[in-house]
């Protein structure tokens, strides 16, 4: 694996120089965009949009729009911005991780010390672990502060980028029923349909079906073969009574 930055986590006075690495991977296959004529790959062009002009990487720049001007920024400036967020990760409050609603998380790092933060870093790990908290902390990475949550996972630490709460969209807009609309016993074998269907979680049991039987048409066109594709229509119950469908659907799981 290749880091993707490196700095320190600051813990008190305590800092332990880190590397960060990215802890997932795209399961779905990797499609290129071709030319249907010929297969031939697309390629995208950087065009300046005045000159008409392809523009090479080492050329391209970013630049914020400022009363219709763009003013050009380099390295130093988001440095010059919070030069201890560049490259600090201080972890400054302590929360339950059940207080975390799952909707603010992205992206996970796996935490990596240096040579000379081993100790420190063992140290912070097993306090998390005890305490049963993780660490909220904030910094700059790819020039945008990332807020994030700090865990112990097995031996390694990980960080969860979050999002601001100003990133969550507001449900106001949304034509939602009330409570009122729930029967009470519709709602009670609701409930018993939901412990039918109750087991320990175990990620392992979860596959990316789709991307794998997409892999097998894929093989099957390249060898020439033909395959049907499966209509399938969403049919509603027979019976628009809701009480009849959560019925149902109790007899089904228990024919299983």
Known sequence: MRSIWKGAISFGLVNIPIKLYSATQQSNLSLDMV????????????????????????????AYKLNDDYILLDDEDFEKASPEKSKIIEVNNFVNEKDI??????????????????????LLREALTKSGKVGIAQFVMRTAETLTVLKPKGN??????????EEVRAVDELILPPKSEVKATEL??????IDQYTH??????????????????????????????KKHKISPHKSQDLM????????KKKAM
């Open 35 to 62: 030319d249907r004529k010929d297969l031939s790959r697309i390629r995208y062009i950087r065009i300046n949009e005045n000159t008409g002009q392809e523009v090479a990487w080492e050329n391209i720049g970013k």
């Open 101 to 122: 609603d799952t909707i603010y998380f992205e992206n996970s790092y796996y935490v990596e010390p240096e040579k000379s933060g081993v100790k420190a870093y063992a």
């Open 156 to 165: 390694v630490l990980v960080l969860s980028k979050i999002r601001f709460a």
């Open 188 to 193: 009670k074998i609701a409930l018993t349909l």
């Open 200 to 229: 320990e979680f175990n990620i392992e049991d979860f596959k990316d079906e789709y991307a794998s039987t997409l892999k097998k048409v894929i093989e099957a066109k390249a060898s020439g073969k033909t395959t049907k594709v």
């Open 244 to 251: 009849e469908q959560l019925k149902a659907s109790l007899s």
